[in-house]
Each structure stands twice: as structure tokens, then as C-alpha cells.
């Protein structure tokens, strides 16, 4: 990577470090995941997120390493419905396989070695007794034994250790106030305690890089309605034990009981949690209750945004030069378009113009990444009614390059003399703007 590159892939990242900050995320991660290669890379980028201020809980399967252990052992094992039927025996092998784990992952949070990347990280992690358990009992006449299911989670006490600057690490062991220790499902510890800490995000991380249409390709957004019928499409079709059935039920539960987001991610590509969430393209599944974009008016706190899309455009002669201060100024007559997670995506002006019912339509722009889908089209219907709400009869735009794409939306060229004789007085002829207008 080049010093510019490098600057450049920096500061782009920096709204993501700003709207992650504080904000809590749980990630689960898989008991594959735990035996890929890639294993301690997600460990120092998970440190990482920690480091930038997100609140970590990471809870981690064992499915794997309980199997293998079972083996040895020579003990059969048997599922119902994705629950593991766990005898007394089969239960001590889940305390080794489970603890021998959470050993692993503990020690890869610990590294801190000179030239690695956790050199200085000092990730504090800490565990506990914060599920309450109770046996899932006996269901048509099969006796689930020490498989159980969660009853609650203490909330306040993972609360007060991630407030702390603690990282939470939690396994898929709860315990019953009788004492006993309960063999549960990591999906369910981790959906349960995403909703009970009412986080931010539920990062499932694991072998599938995300969910795959037909076609096989990484389908980037699902709404909560198209993850309702993707898990009817998977049950008519008798798939309802597949691991993309228990990922996209663990995501609806979530999305469905008001955590934000969940996302999907492989755990073999590395680097995939920190593309997934630190750049704009992901590189898995994000599924949310609505992922349509939001229109509203401009906030001071939009200033830098707006600057970051427009600044590029006034540099090309695209747009009339703003500063900072005149934007601050003028943020009111702003409205933006503005992406599910965040980021800034579009915006454009109405000056109302002194002494007539005409207003003039100004710094129309897209964010280059999300051109051609309809946003500046959909800010400018928006932009229109705000107008004739405020009783504005009609619009003016000048624009030198982009004459076009207003005709396409209705615009007709005008001349100077048929501005307000306001707007007239600061027509800029060295510019040789192209006027349009439209009746509202
Ligand atoms: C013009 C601009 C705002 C359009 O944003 P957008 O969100 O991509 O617009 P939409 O998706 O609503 O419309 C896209 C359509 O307009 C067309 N279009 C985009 N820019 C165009 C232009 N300069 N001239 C003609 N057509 C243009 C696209 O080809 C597309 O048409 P298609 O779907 O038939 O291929 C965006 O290209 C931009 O930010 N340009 C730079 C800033 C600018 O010129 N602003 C106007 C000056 S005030």
C-alpha cells in the first residue's frame, strides 16, 4: 500500500471508528472458527475493534471440539432438534472441550508479543457466572438430560465489566440455582445476550462467508421479511437442521427483538470482521428490520459528511466552492440521504430566493459508490415538496455539467432574465452555468 493509499484507506475508515465507538457488539464465533488457520488473526482483529472503544462480548461454540472429545471417550452422541441429548458423561465432556476452548481463545486475547499485532493491546477479559440455566426436561418422552436452555442473563453484571473496559468472553455453559451445569447452544447464549444488552450488533461469525443466493452469490443485505421467507423457502425444503437455517434464526430472533443489525461472516478469509465493518462494501450478510436509507433535513452534526462528499466535486469545478463556516451557516437549507449504517450517502439544498415564490436547488450530489440508484432522484421528490410546502411555485438549478440529468427529471432551460431579479444580480457569467427550471 502507497502513503496515499494508506491515508486515504485511513480516513475512510474514520466515520466507522467514530460510530462504533461505545457502541456494544456481540460476537459469536463458531468452534470451527476456533480451529481454522485464520483463528488468531479474528482474535487480534476482535482485540482491535476493543481497542477502538466498541464493547466486546465474544461468545464462542464448541460443537467440534465436544465431538472429538466424545470420540475419545468413546460415547455416542445424539441430536434433537440441534440440542445435543447430554448425559452425565457426555456433559463432562462438554466442561473439557468447552474449557479447553475458552483457554484457547483467552490465550490469543493475552498475546503481546513485540512486533505482533497485539503488541500493547492488554485485553482485560473476564467470565463468569452470568447465565442462569434450566433443563430443556423431557420432550416427546426423550429425556434431554444436562442439555438445557437459557432462563436469564445478568445483565447488569456484564454490563458494569464492559463499562469497565472489559472484554466479556462467554461460553455455552449456564448454571441452575440448584448448582448444576447446563450444556446450552451457543447461537442461543449469543442471540439472548445480544438482546438482553440491547447491543448494537450480533456478529455471527462463522465457515459460510454469508448467505448465498441460488446462484451462489454473498446476497450483502437481507431485511427482516426476506430472512421470514428465506426460512420458510429452507423448511418447505426440509432444511430446517442446515447451519444456514440456524444462522438466519438466530438473525431473526435478534433483528426481530430490536437489536440493529446482525451480520454474517466467514471466518476463513482474513480480515473479514474488520472489512464487514469498517468499510462500506462489508464482505458479508448484514440483516436489519429495515434497510432502506433515511431522507431528512441536515444537522450541524452532517457538516463533515457533507464536506467529505462535496469537497471532491468543488475540486473538479462540479460545485461551487463552500467553506466550513458557510455550510455551518446554511446547514438548514440541507437535506441528506443517509445509509442504515450511518454513512452519508447523498445531499442537495433549497435557498429559497429573497422578494419571489422561487427557490433554487443546489448542491445536488451522490456519494460516488451509490450512483445510479435512484438516491438524488428520490432527495430530489423530497427537496420538491419541502418546496411546496413552503409555498415555492418554483425551482432554478445552475449546473455546468450535469444539465441532463435535471432535463431527465423534469427540468426545461431558462435564462438569465427569467431568474428573480435577486438571483439575477449574482449570476456568475465567467461560470457560464446552464439555468434550468420547473414549475412545482
Ligand atoms: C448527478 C448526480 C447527483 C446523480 O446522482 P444519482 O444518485 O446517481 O442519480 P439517480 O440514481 O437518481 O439517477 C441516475 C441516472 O442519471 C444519469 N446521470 C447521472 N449523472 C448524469 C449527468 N451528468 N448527465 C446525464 N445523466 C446523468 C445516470 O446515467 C442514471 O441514468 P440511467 O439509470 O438511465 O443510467 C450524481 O451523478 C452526482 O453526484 N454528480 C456530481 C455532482 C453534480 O453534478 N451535481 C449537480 C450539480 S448541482
Not at 472484554?167 to 448444576?180: A, Q
Request: charged content about 20%; proline content about 3%.
Amino acid at each position: 500500500m502507497t502513503a496515499n493509499n494508506y491515508v486515504q484507506f485511513f480516513r475512510e475508515t474514520s466515520p466507522y471508528i467514530h460510530a462504533h465507538r461505545g457502541k456494544t457488539f456481540v460476537i459469536a464465533i463458531s468452534g470451527e472458527a476456533v480451529l481454522e488457520q485464520n483463528f488468531d488473526s479474528i482474535v487480534h482483529d476482535i482485540a482491535l475493534m476493543q481497542s477502538l472503544g466498541v464493547h466486546i462480548v465474544l461468545v464462542h461454540g464448541a460443537r467440534p471440539q465436544i465431538d472429538q472429545r466424545l470420540q475419545l471417550a468413546e460415547l455416542p452422541t445424539s441430536f434433537r432438534e440441534q440440542v445435543r441429548i447430554t448425559d452425565a458423561a457426555a456433559m463432562q465432556c462438554v466442561k473439557e472441550a468447552v474449557g479447553s476452548t475458552r483457554f484457547q481463545i483467552e490465550s490469543a486475547l493475552s498475546m503481546g508479543l513485540p512486533n505482533s499485532p497485539m503488541h500493547g493491546a492488554r485485553v482485560r477479559v473476564i467470565g463468569g457466572n452470568f447465565i442462569t440455566a434450566k433443563p430443556v426436561g423431557v420432550r416427546d418422552g426423550v429425556d434431554f438430560q444436562r442439555a438445557g436452555e437459557i432462563r436469564r442473563i445478568d445483565r447488569s453484571a456484564i454490563q458494569s465489566q464492559l463499562e469497565g473496559g472489559a472484554l466479556v468472553l462467554m461460553s455455552s455453559i449456564g448454571f441452575s440455582p440448584t448448582g448444576e451445569a447446563f450444556n446450552l447452544n451457543y447461537h442461543d447464549v449469543a442471540t439472548q445476550t445480544a438482546i438482553t444488552l440491547n447491543a448494537e450488533k450480533l456478529i455471527l461469525v462463522t465457515e459460510a462467508s454469508g448467505i448465498l443466493d441460488a446462484d451462489n452469490n454473498l446476497i450483502r443485505n437481507l431485511s427482516l421479511p426476506d430472512v421470514g421467507d428465506l426460512k420458510a423457502t429452507l423448511k418447505n425444503a426440509g432444511s430446517e437442521e442446515s447451519a444456514t437455517y440456524c444462522l438466519l434464526s438466530a438473525a431473526y430472533q435478534a433483528c426481530r427483538n430490536n437489536v440493529d443489525r446482525v451480520h454474517l461472516v466467514g471466518c476463513s478469509e482474513d480480515g473479514s470482521l474488520l472489512r464487514e465493518l469498517f468499510t462500506r462494501e462489508g464482505c458479508g450478510t448484514l440483516i436489519m428490520q429495515d434497510h432502506s436509507e433515511v431522507i431528512r433535513a441536515a444537522s450541524i452534526d452532517d457538516v463533515g459528511g457533507i464536506l467529505d462528499l462535496i469537497t471532491p466535486l468543488e475540486q473538479q469545478g462540479i460545485l461551487v466552492k463552500r467553506s466550513r463556516e458557510l455550510l455551518e451557516t446554511e446547514i438548514s437549507r440541507f437535506m441528506v440521504v443517509v445509509h442504515p449504517e450511518g454513512m452519508l450517502l447523498g445531499c442537495a439544498a433549497l435557498y429559497p430566493i429573497v422578494d419571489s415564490d422561487a427557490g433554487e436547488l443546489a448542491c445536488v450530489a451522490t456519494h460516488a459508490e451509490f450512483h445510479n440508484q435512484g438516491i438524488a432522484s428520490r432527495l430530489l421528490k423530497c427537496i420538491e415538496k419541502d418546496a411546496t410546502e413552503n409555498g415555492l411555485k418554483t425551482l432554478f438549478v445552475l449546473t455546468t455539467q450535469t444539465a441532463h440529468w435535471f432535463r431527465e427529471q423534469g427540468f426545461v432551460e431558462a435564462t438569465v432574465d427569467t431568474l428573480p431579479a435577486e438571483k439575477q444580480s449574482l449570476y456568475n457569467y465567467q461560470r457560464q452555468s446552464r439555468i434550468f427550471s420547473k414549475q412545482l
